[in-house]
């Protein structure tokens, strides 16, 4: 079972149950890990993702957040209801309901996962932290650095994103315990973002397919969206 990254403490639960929100009346009609739990069965909350052609958007209103994920990906909020669900479920990509479950004991709120063609497993675990007081580029600067620390590697790998609306910085690091690339290792990147709200988010994108991992991080990251503080 692959890592993935750092827990946010003493939050999950909360936003589990914010999550849980999200899924409609009829949420028990539809498999968690569909693509169809995201579109079917979420209110928008006026989150306008913008999704590339043929990615599923996932609004998550309660939160005030979005993302896209890319074609044939399956989809699950980590929220009670949503892990319950997922015992009453197939989902096609392998490990899929113990890698959301292992997610979630990470802190995840979030979890998706795909599958390509040569067999190979990308996913990404959504996490978040309130009250962080994280929100200028300094501070975040320094949070990611303590992200990276954790994670086990070089605090100077951290890469500060130019251009974005809410600062950002990308954390790489390798799971599985071998080189990138090597057998049983997967490349992965903590997307950080200081969220308005007081919001530090977490976005963690695994491939095992090192070749294509830092265009899949960049194509998500482009499709981040979130509702303004008011």
């Known amino acids: 079972m692959r ?7 003493g939050v999950a639960l909360a936003l589990a149950v914010a999550l849980a929100a999200c899924s409609g009346d009829d949420a028990g009609d539809t498999p968690a890990g ?29 939160l005030g957040m979005g993302l896209a994920v890319p074609p044939g990906w399956e989809i699950t909020l980590l929220s009670p209801d949503g892990l319950n669900s997922l015992a ?14 292992a997610a979630a ?11 390509d063609a040569a067999g190979g497993i990308s996913d990404l675990v ?14 975040l600067a ?13 605090p100077a790998a951290v890469h500060m994103v130019d251009g974005a609306e809410y600062p950002t910085a990308l954390v790489p690091f390798t799971v599985g315990g071998g080189a990138p690339g090597s057998e049983g290792s997967a490349q992965a990147t903590n997307v950080v ?5 007081d919001i530090l988010w977490e ?23 979130f509702k303004a503080a008011t």
């Open 88 to 101: 009453r479920s197939s989902p096609a990509v392998p490990d899929f309901q113990n890698l959301a479950h």
């Open 34 to 62: 569909s693509q169809e739990a995201t579109t079917t069965t979420m209110n928008t909350g006026g989150i306008d993702v913008a999704a590339p052609e043929g990615w599923s958007a996932v609004p998550v209103p309660d």
């Open 142 to 154: 320094t949070a990611a650095q303590v992200i990276a620390a954790n994670a086990g590697t070089d």
């Open 193 to 197: 973002v200081a969220g308005p709200r």
């Open 203 to 225: 976005i963690t994108v695994t491939s095992d397919d090192a070749t294509s991992h830092d265009q899949l991080v960049e194509a998500i990251r482009q499709t981040l969206t």
């Open 3 to 9: 890592l993935t990254g750092r827990g946010a403490a």
């Open 126 to 139: 959504v996490r978040a932290t309130p009250q962080a007081g994280v929100s200028t580029a300094d501070q």
């Open 105 to 115: 004991s990470a802190g995840g709120v979030l979890y998706a996962a795909g599958q």
